[in-house]
Nanobody
Framework: QVQLVESGGGLVQAGGSLRLSCAAS?????????????ASWYRQAPGKERELVAT????????NYADAVKGRFTISRDNAKKTAYLQMDSLKAEDTAVYYC?????????WGQGTQITVSS
């Protein structure tokens, strides 16, 4: 089985920073390594649909961001540690949401349980 555990969420004032981590574990990574998965962060605010925040390719060579977070958020990964990160700077009240980690390749699609980010204005 696969487990994605997000950490680093919490309450922060507007303008502040947080760093989310998504640690992957499970026997599946012995046959299909973490490095075979694209990693993404999504978020879902109350009453809204889940939206893609950022994506990083398998080797980390390419990243993409939602327009709302460009220039403020940075996605990265450490394949040796089987961990993906989301550095969030200059946080705004509208960034308040539950943030989810996602790993996806041609065969599998895994989600974390989510971590709450609350930005107070």
């Amino acid at each position: 089985q696969v487990q994605l555990v997000e950490s680093g969420g919490g309450l922060v004032q507007a303008g502040g920073s947080l760093r989310l981590s998504c640690a992957a574990s499970g026997s599946t990574f012995s046959t299909m390594p973490f490095s075979t998965y694209a990693a993404s962060w999504y978020r879902q605010a109350p009453g809204k649909e889940r939206e893609l925040v950022a994506t990083i390719t398998r080797a980390g060579g390419t990243t993409n961001y939602a327009d709302a977070v460009k220039g403020r958020f940075t996605i990265s990964r450490d394949n040796a540690k089987k961990t993906a990160y989301l550095q969030m700077d200059s946080l705004k009240a509208e960034d308040t949401a539950v943030y989810y980690c996602n790993l996806r390749n041609y065969r599998n699609d895994y989600w974390g349980q989510g971590t709450q980010i609350t930005v107070s204005s």
